[in-house]
């Protein structure tokens, strides 16, 4: 079954602790990239990637890492949580970049930092 | 990427079509509709996208006006696993491939 895959669903941190959430395609997905999505405040992209070894800034990068060693794999790094990063998050990936293909998102991870 | 307003929330009736309306009256010539709807904190799923000519799939229709400043998802028999947030995206295809979602519209089906 196509799918974007998340780990952790949940997770309970605190401050200062480096986590990693996971995403993975399989798809062969070119395009992969991560939203946070706050009330109010909508869906908002952190990072995404055009292919490997290729990532860039979305709208809210401050505070998070990325890479993207393998076409299918697409890690999120808190380096050092703090409370403001309490969110939902959102990994999804699409064929192609710049162009009209639909994005396939994962079922998210709700991520709390105390 | 052009504004898009959608009514907060409607109601629709188990078995019945619902008509969620999105007006866009900015658009541009190169911007496509694109509707994603979200059930309950799940993630995001894409539903249909047109330029200009109407379009249909398994999912839904997508009505788009001649001026192209509107255009009307329709859920012909809607179920009450249709119930969720739907999002009415404009934006043009080689902007890269960040989704920006508006409010939505709330579509609550009831039995």
């Not at chain 1, 952190?46 to 890479?67: A, F, L, Q, R």
């Not at chain 1, 794999?73 to 990063?85: D, G, M, T, V």
């Not at chain 2, 028999?77 to 989704?99: E, F, M, P, Q, S």
Request: charged share 20%; glycine share 8%; with cysteine.
């Amino acid at each position: 079954e196509a799918q974007v895959t998340q780990n952790p669903r949940y997770l309970i941190t605190v401050t200062g602790k480096k986590l990693t959430v996971t995403c993975s395609q399989n798809m062969n997905h070119e395009y992969m990239s991560w939203y946070r999505q706050d009330p109010g405040l909508g869906l908002r992209q952190i990072y995404y990637s055009m292919n490997v070894e290729v990532t860039d800034k979305g709208d809210v990068p401050e505070g998070y890492k990325v890479s993207r060693k393998e076409k299918r794999n697409f890690p999120l790094i808190l380096e050092s949580p703090s409370p403001n990063q309490t969110s939902l998050y959102f990994c999804a990936s699409s064929l192609q970049a710049g162009t009209y293909y639909e994005q396939y998102f994962g079922p998210g991870t709700r991520l709390t930092v105390t | 990427d052009a504004k898009t307003t959608q009514p907060p929330s409607m109601d629709c009736a188990e078995g019945r079509a619902a008509n969620l309306p999105c007006n866009h009256s900015t658009i541009s010539g190169n911007e496509y509709v694109y509707w994603y709807r979200q059930i309950h904190s799940q993630g995001p799923q894409y539903i249909i996208h047109g330029l200009k000519n109407n379009e249909t799939n398994e999912m839904a229709s997508l009505i788009i006006t001649e001026d192209r400043k509107s255009s009307t998802l329709i859920l012909p028999h809607a179920t009450l696993r249709d119930t969720a947030v739907y999002y009415c995206i404009v934006r043009v295809g080689a902007a890269g491939n960040k989704l920006t979602f508006g409010g939505g519209t709330r579509v609550l089906v009831k039995p």
